[in-house]
C-alpha cells in the first residue's frame, strides 16, 4: 500500500461505519489464489469484517484482471453480507453494482458517463444495505470528468463504495489520489519482457545492441550524404524490430494471461485487459531504450574526459525528447510512429553536436 489515506476502517470523512463485531464472510467470491492470505488483503478482510472500509479505494498494480478480480471480491463481500439478510447475487449482476469503464475509439472516460455514475449512486439501495461502484481504467478520465468525479469523491454519497481501478496510478489527479485508500497489488510478471519466450528477448537484446551502436556511430559525427542515408535507413530496421519485439512479447503474454482471467469478465473488460497487457510491455520498452540512452551518454561523457559541453546538450536532448515521446505513448499514439520519430529526432541532436 502506499499513498494517499493508509488507514484502514475508515470512511471517507474518518469516521468509521461501525462497531459491530467481525464476523467470518466465508461464502465470498474468492479472492486471486496468488493473493489470499497475503498482508494486503487480510488488512481489507479485516476492514470488511468491522464494517470500516473506506469509501474510496484506490487499487493500482500491474495487472488489470487482478485488480478487477480484487474489486469484484470487495464488491461482494460488501453486497450480499450474510450478516444482512438479502436476496444474492453476483456482483456485476447485483442491482447495487455499478461500473464506469473507458468507452470510443480513444478508449476515455467522458464527462457524460462520469455524471451518469453519479446520478445512479446517489439513490437508495435497491437490495443490499451498501452499494459499490467500480472505475475499471480510472487513469483513462478526461480532465472534465475527473473534475466531475472528485467532487463526488469530497462528498460521498451515503452507504456507497467507490472503488478505482488503475496501472498507473500517477496519471490521476493527486487530489483524487489524496482521497482515496491506497491498495497496491504487485504482479510485475504481467508486463515484464521477463515473460515472453527466450527468443523475443534474445531479439529485443539484439535490438538494443543495434541501437547503441547507431547511436555510437551517431556521437562519432555523420557528414558523408552516403552515411546519412544510412543512418536513416537504420532508424526503419531498428523500428521494424521493435515492433516485432512488441507483437510477439504481447502474444505471448496475452496467452498465458487469458488462462488466468475469471469467467465472468465481458468483452469490454478483456478488451481492456489485452490493451492494458500491450501498453505496458511497449512502456517497458521504453524504459529499456532510455535507460540504455542514459547510460551510453554518461559513458561517453566519462570517455571525454573534459565532457565537451555538446555532449552534455546532446545527452540532455535525447533523454528530454525520449521522455517527451514516452509521454505520447500515453496518448495512445502508434508506438511505430513515436519510436521512429525519437530515432530521427535522435538523429538531428547528435548530428548537431558533431
Known amino acids: 500500500m502506499g499513498g494517499g489515506r493508509e488507514t484502514p476502517g475508515l470512511s471517507a470523512g474518518g469516521r468509521p461505519f461501525s462497531s459491530a463485531p467481525p464476523s467470518p464472510l466465508s461464502s465470498s467470491l474468492p479472492w486471486p489464489s496468488a493473493l489470499s492470505g497475503t498482508p494486503t488483503v487480510a488488512v481489507i478482510e479485516r476492514a470488511l469484517e468491522r464494517q470500516r472500509l473506506a469509501n474510496s479505494l484506490l487499487l493500482h498494480g500491474g495487472n488489470l484482471a487482478t485488480l478487477a478480480t480484487v474489486a469484484h471480491a470487495i464488491a461482494d463481500r460488501l453486497l450480499n453480507d450474510p450478516r444482512r439478510p438479502s436476496q444474492p447475487f453476483p456482483p456485476k449482476t ?14 476515455q472516460i467522458t464527462a457524460e458517463a462520469t455524471r451518469d455514475l453519479i446520478s445512479r449512486i446517489q439513490v437508495s439501495p435497491q437490495v443490499s444495505h451498501r452499494k459499490a461502484a467500480v472505475v475499471y481504467e480510472a487513469d483513462r478520465m478526461n480532465v472534465a470528468a475527473a473534475n466531475i468525479f472528485l467532487k463526488t469523491l469530497e462528498e ?4 456507497t463504495t467507490i472503488i478505482l481501478l488503475t496501472t498507473r496510478p500517477y496519471a490521476l ?3 483524487i489520489r489524496s482521497r482515496c485508500l491506497h491498495f497496491r497489488f504487485t504482479d510485475e510478471g504481467h508486463e515484464a519482457l521477463a515473460d515472453s519466450e527466450p527468443a523475443t528477448r ?3 537484446q539484439g535490438t538494443l545492441k543495434d541501437y547503441l551502436a547507431w547511436l ?7 557528414a558523408e550524404r552516403r552515411a546519412v542515408a544510412a543512418q536513416i535507413m537504420a532508424v526503419y530496421g531498428l523500428v521494424t524490430r521493435f515492433n516485432a519485439v512488441l507483437s510477439a512479447a504481447s502474444d505471448q503474454v496475452w496467452k498465458q494471461q487469458k488462462e488466468k482471467l ?16 500491450a501498453n505496458g510491455l511497449r512502456m517497458k520498452l521504453f524504459a529499456e531504450i532510455e535507460h540504455a540512452t542514459r547510460d551510453f551518454g554518461l559513458q561517453r561523457l566519462a570517455a571525454e574526459g573534459g565532457a565537451p ?7 540532455a536532448a535525447a533523454v528530454a525528447e525520449l521522455e517527451h515521446d514516452t509521454g505520447l505513448l500515453r496518448l495512445n ?3 511505430a510512429a513515436v519510436f521512429e520519430h525519437f530515432l530521427l529526432s535522435s538523429l538531428r541532436i547528435w548530428a548537431k553536436r558533431a
Open 94 to 107: 447485483h442491482p447495487d453494482f455499478f461500473a464506469l469503464r473507458p468507452a470510443g475509439k480513444s478508449r
Open 156 to 159: 460521498p454519497p451515503a452507504s
Open 173 to 175: 489527479l493527486p487530489t
Open 202 to 204: 534474445e531479439l529485443w
Open 216 to 222: 555510437g556511430q551517431l556521437a562519432d559525427g555523420v
Open 262 to 277: 475469471p469467467e465472468e469478465l465481458d468483452d469490454d473488460e478483456v478488451e481492456a485487459i489485452q490493451t492494458g497487457i
Open 309 to 315: 559541453e555538446s555532449s552534455r546538450r546532446a545527452l
Open 333 to 335: 499514439l502508434n508506438e
